[in-house]
């Protein structure tokens, strides 16, 4: 049996969808019927978000691919395309790192590929229960994780992920001589304004890996409004980049 609570949608090839730390699998709800067009679409929880368990007393970007790789066990998928949103893309490039054989093909969407005093300031700042307050999202986060312990546990998991990309500590720590060994052909997506990941350490991501694309969303932070008016776009870009023969 899988840890990972998850969800499916459509057939084809396997496609997972990692979500944003402090989310659930339910930030893909605007994307899930675009890919499944297309695509046998699995979108789990990670770890200690939503419907799945806490396993250990720390939240570790490790522990969370591991999880993937077990769910992926459970389904009988050898490989699958990895889809990962900011934190969950930390998922996805872990597990392309330490276990290649897994990943047919990579998106990394809003992430870099390492943590630093500069970067991890905007995690801080989103593992502020005021912030998710002033933006009126509290309530859904509420709601999403109310599995996790209750109407306040939501305060916790945003908690927890600052805690697993923390810059002394993280395991999402790469380097470009590891970038460089990334045989899977790679797409990167990020907003020219983002500080959690910033566009001179994703650019020097993209000069590293081997066979990469990118698509820089102008005039976009964190926040590129992918679940609103850009979803169509974003699920055409990424679907045209997974069904390339190269």
Not at 47 to 52: A, E, I, Q, R, T
Not at 150 to 165: C, H, K, T
Request: glycine content about 8%; aromatic content about 6%; hydrophobic content about 40%.
């Amino acid at each position: 049996m899988a840890t990972l609570h998850y969800t499916e949608s459509g057939q084809g090839e396997p496609l997972v969808l990692l979500h944003s730390g402090g989310m659930s699998g339910a930030e893909w709800r605007p994307q899930i019927t675009l890919f499944a067009r297309s695509f046998r679409v699995i979108v789990p929880d990670h770890l200690g978000h939503g419907h799945s368990p806490m396993i250990a007393e720390k939240l570790t970007i490790g522990d969370m691919g591991r999880a993937v790789l077990d769910l992926l066990d459970h389904l009988g998928l050898p490989r699958a395309f990895l889809v990962g949103s900011s934190m969950g893309g930390a998922v996805a490039l872990w597990l392309t790192v330490h276990h290649p054989d897994r990943v047919a093909k990579l998106v990394l969407y809003r992430v870099g590929y390492r943590k630093d005093e500069d970067t991890h300031a905007g995690t801080r700042g989103m593992a502020n229960p005021a912030y998710w307050r002033s933006v009126g999202m509290h309530k859904w986060l509420s709601d999403i994780h109310q599995p996790q312990g209750g109407p306040d546990a939501w305060e916790q998991v945003i908690s927890r992920v600052s805690e697993a990309l923390e810059p002394a500590s993280t395991d999402h720590a790469h380097d470009l001589d590891i970038l460089s060994r990334i045989a899977q052909p790679t797409l990167i997506v990020v907003g020219d304004r983002d500080p959690v990941a910033p566009l001179d350490q994703v650019l020097e991501m993209f000069g590293a890996i081997p066979n990469c694309g990118l698509w820089v969303l102008p005039h976009a932070t964190h926040v590129t409004a992918t679940n609103t008016w850009r979803a169509e776009s974003f699920a055409l870009e990424v679907t045209r980049f997974l069904q390339r023969q190269k």
